[in-house]
């Protein structure tokens, strides 16, 4: 299903408790704070189900249409497309919405490219993949949870004083699931999702065990509560003034739970310190997160680029001598730079010939490992004239 603004605002008002300060928000879709970017949330959704951007911004996959980024893929094409619809996400905010709807999404489609990584007992992969098919199903927007409040990383600090260590941590188990408590950072954009994906991605001590759980929550959870930091946006005289705060202001909150109940069907890892790390990086979950980061920083630094010849030309300091130089030592290799980082990419019409690249223009962009990812998960499925060149 592709849902549409309306639903996805609709959704939003569903309980959960959100404050700025002291003040509780009870609509966050209308609220000064937030009303702007949970409209901006919303068009996304409406661009993304627009007929017209069908071809590039969904796919098809057990008798249903989805947005591309829960695409699994399994060819260089495959990874052709995820990043054709992470460009257009990203140029629809112009880069400034780091954590649209299509980042958490990757890490999830990553890791349930390689479940068996969740080795059981303390994994359990299969949890995974029914989440990753109920959030592609209800074209979710989920949003992630994965480091420890800062003064809470030295539990030593807190023993000493004979004060209980804030972290989230599981602080029971029952038949039907788990009840954590404590506090985890930073969910940019949680108060515009549906769902938080609770995890680690700092190493945890071996004894930290109860802090090694990985889950998703709603974000309307009984006793969830969302801190939002200052908000950019209710700070705007006008659109005209300060139109990116205006807009794309995705916030972020500190999690703060209260005896939440986790059912163990959204319970994936639990009582595994190293696996609730390993998981994101002996499968494709970072690699993927990080390729719509790249490509997102590709719209971005077009747009700044753009900014500064705007500038430059209204000022006419684009016609000073040292604007007038060598286009390939300012912009244009910035540009460039910016392309190759947010591949896979056409060589032919986006990078320059090999013979005119140095050695340290030939590593392997980051996005080489979502290459090597499809070709272990399909390699038969790749023709040999499919394969990146090496």
Same mark, same amino acid.
């Given at each position: 299903?592709?849902?549409?603004?309306? +639903?996805? &605002?609709?959704? &939003?008002?569903?309980?959960?408790?959100?404050?700025?300060?002291?003040?509780?928000?009870?609509?966050?879709?209308?609220?000064?704070?937030?009303?702007?970017?949970?409209?901006?949330?919303? *068009?996304?959704?409406?661009?993304?189900?627009? $007929?017209?951007?069908?071809?590039?911004?969904?796919?098809?996959?057990?008798?249903?249409?989805?947005?591309?980024?829960?695409?699994?893929?399994?060819?260089?094409?495959?990874?052709?497309?995820?990043?054709?619809?992470?460009?257009?996400? #990203?140029?629809?905010?112009?880069?400034?919405?780091?954590?649209?709807?299509?980042?958490?999404?990757?890490?999830?489609?990553?890791? #349930?490219?390689?479940?068996?990584?969740?080795?059981?007992?303390?994994?359990?992969?299969?949890?995974?993949?029914?989440?990753?098919?109920?959030?592609?199903?209800?074209?979710?927007?989920?949003?992630?949870? /994965?480091?420890?409040?800062? #003064?809470?990383?030295?539990?030593?600090?807190?023993?000493?004083?004979? &004060?209980?260590?804030?972290?989230?941590?599981?602080?029971?188990?029952?038949?039907?699931? /788990?009840?954590? %408590?404590?506090?985890?950072?930073?969910?940019?954009?949680?108060?515009?999702?549906?769902?938080?994906?609770?995890? =680690?991605?700092?190493?945890?001590?071996? +004894?930290?065990? @109860?802090?090694?759980?990985?889950?998703?929550?709603?974000?309307?959870?009984?006793? &969830?509560?969302?801190? !939002?930091?200052? *908000?950019?946006?209710?700070?705007?005289?006008?659109?005209?003034?300060?139109?990116? #705060?205006?807009?794309?202001?995705?916030?972020?909150?500190?999690?703060?739970?209260?005896?939440? @109940?986790?059912?163990?069907?959204?319970?994936?890892?639990?009582?595994?310190?190293?696996? %609730?790390?390993?998981?994101?990086?002996?499968?494709?979950?970072?690699?993927?997160? =990080?390729?719509? !980061?790249?490509?997102?920083?590709? !719209?971005?630094?077009?747009?700044?680029?753009?900014?500064?010849? @705007?500038?430059?030309?209204?000022?006419?300091?684009?016609?000073?001598?040292?604007?007038?130089?060598?286009?390939?030592?300012?912009?244009?290799?910035?540009?460039?730079?910016?392309?190759? %980082?947010?591949?896979?990419? *056409?060589?032919?019409?986006?990078?320059?010939?090999?013979?005119?690249?140095?050695?340290?223009?030939?590593?392997?962009?980051?996005?080489?490992? !979502?290459?090597?990812?499809?070709?272990?998960?399909?390699? @038969?499925?790749?023709?040999? $004239?499919?394969?990146?060149?090496?």
């Amino acid at each position: 299903m592709l849902r549409s603004g309306k +639903e996805h &605002l609709e959704s &939003l008002r569903d309980g959960r408790v959100v404050y700025i300060g002291s003040e509780q928000i009870d609509d966050v879709t209308r609220h000064p704070a937030f009303r702007n970017a949970a409209r901006t949330v919303a *068009s996304l959704y409406d661009f993304k189900a627009d $007929t017209a951007n069908r071809r590039d911004l969904t796919y098809e996959e057990d008798g249903a249409r989805h947005s591309i980024y829960f695409m699994r893929p399994r060819t260089r094409d495959d990874l052709q497309r995820r990043m054709v619809g992470h460009r257009a996400i #990203a140029d629809f905010t112009y880069g400034m919405f780091g954590r649209s709807p299509d980042h958490v999404a990757s890490f999830i489609t990553g890791m #349930a490219m390689k479940p068996d990584e969740l080795k059981r007992p303390f994994g359990h992969p299969d949890n995974l993949l029914r989440y990753y098919r109920y959030a592609r199903d209800n074209d979710l927007y989920t949003v992630y949870a /994965v480091l420890p409040p800062q #003064a809470a990383r030295d539990p030593a600090f807190y023993q000493r004083q004979n &004060l209980p260590v804030p972290t989230l941590r599981v602080v029971r188990e029952d038949d039907d699931g /788990v009840v954590i %408590s404590g506090m985890k950072m930073l969910a940019t954009g949680a108060v515009f999702a549906n769902e938080i994906w609770i995890g =680690n991605v700092i190493p945890l001590a071996p +004894e930290q065990k @109860k802090e090694a759980i990985t889950c998703a929550i709603p974000c309307n959870a009984p006793g &969830l509560q969302l801190w !939002s930091r200052k *908000s950019s946006e209710e700070n705007c005289t006008s659109e005209f003034d300060s139109p990116l #705060a205006y807009r794309y202001d995705e916030s972020d909150s500190m999690l703060l739970c209260d005896q939440v @109940k986790v059912p163990w069907e959204r319970v994936f890892v639990h009582d595994d310190a190293p696996l %609730s790390r390993d998981i994101y990086f002996k499968t494709p979950s970072h690699c993927f997160g =990080n390729h719509q !980061s790249n490509v997102r920083y590709w !719209s971005k630094m077009r747009l700044l680029l753009g900014l500064c010849a @705007k500038i430059s030309h209204a000022t006419g300091a684009d016609q000073l001598p040292a604007a007038q130089g060598d286009p390939s030592r300012t912009g244009e290799a910035g540009l460039r730079l910016a392309l190759r %980082s947010a591949g896979p990419l *056409s060589p032919s019409r986006h990078r320059p010939p090999r013979s005119s690249r140095s050695a340290s223009d030939r590593r392997p962009a980051p996005c080489c490992r !979502s290459h090597r990812w499809a070709r272990q998960a399909d390699a @038969k499925s790749i023709s040999p $004239t499919d394969r990146p060149a090496r």
